[in-house]
């Protein structure tokens, strides 16, 4: 079984920074891609930022040169940067893998989410 768990989620002032991790764990063979998204109120879900087994990134054009993702392959691991905060920047944000567990094919996986607010 395959768990992704987000962490680092809160309330922070315009201009702020927030760092948000997402940890794959269980019986994982391999992940490929990384990545995060959000949903903000009455809004579809929409990328955010992705980033590929070999550390290549594409961020939505909203976050580009704000938000930076990275991730640790040794410890199945995602991270999301997030500076120069907008009241905009407010939503659920969702870690997402494209991940094959042992014993299965290729499937996305989602985080719970966790809950961004930037506000004053």
């Known amino acids: 079984q395959v768990q992704l768990v987000e962490s680092g989620g809160g309330l922070v002032q315009p201009g702020g920074s927030l760092r948000l991790s997402c940890a794959a764990s269980g019986s994982i063979f391999s992940i490929n891609n990384m990545g995060w998204y959000r949903q903000a109120p009455g809004k579809q879900r929409e990328l955010v930022a992705r980033i590929t087994p070999g550390g290549s990134t594409n961020y939505a054009d909203s976050v580009s040169g704000r938000f930076t993702i990275s991730r640790d392959n040794a410890k ?45």
């Not at 120069?84 to 719970?112: F, H, I, M, V």
Request: negative net charge; aromatic residues 16%; contains cysteine.
């Open 76 to 120: 199945n691991t995602v991270y999301l940067q997030m500076t120069s905060l907008k009241p905009e920047d407010t939503a659920d944000y969702y870690c997402n893998a494209l991940l094959k567990a042992t014993n299965r094919g290729w499937y996305d996986y989602w985080g719970q989410g966790t809950q961004v607010t930037v506000s004053s």
